[in-house]
Nanobody
Framework: QVQLVESGGGLVQAGGSLRLSCAASGRTFSRYAMGWFRQAPGKERDFVAASSWSGGMTYYADSVKGRFTISRDNAKNTVYLQMDSLKPEDTAVYYC???????????????????WGQGTQVTVSS
């Protein structure tokens, strides 16, 4: 059974930083691309960032490019999202997800992912 557990969310002032972690189990983590998505209140879930299975390729939403960094430690079965220069509009529940395909390039499409974490709340105050 695949499980993804996010942590690291919280309340931060605008301009601050947070690092989210997503610990995976139940699948050979190093074979799968991983993604981060977020959902703000009253809005649809949006793509944030994704990493290929090796970490050698990454994609970012335009809204976070240059401020967020996705990385992974395959030895620890963990993917990270470093979030710097946070803005109030970054407030959302953040979800990690694992791609359904092995050895794939990172994807921004939700339907590429088959397992999701429970989410962690990030709140950025102005």
């Amino acid at each position: 059974q695949v499980q993804l557990v996010e942590s690291g969310g919280g309340l931060v002032q605008a301009g601050g930083s947070l690092r989210l972690s997503c610990a995976a189990s139940g699948r050979t983590f190093s074979r799968y691309a991983m993604g981060w998505f977020r959902q703000a209140p009253g809005k649809e879930r949006d793509f944030v960032a994704a990493s290929s299975w090796s970490g050698g390729m990454t994609y970012y939403a335009d809204s976070v490019k240059g401020r967020f960094t996705i990385s992974r430690d395959n030895a620890k079965n963990t993917v990270y999202l470093q979030m710097d220069s946070l803005k109030p509009e970054d407030t959302a529940v953040y979800y990690c997800a694992t791609d359904r395909r092995r050895y794939s390039a990172p994807s921004f499409a939700e339907d590429a992912y088959d397992y999701w974490g429970q989410g962690t709340q990030v709140t950025v105050s102005s």
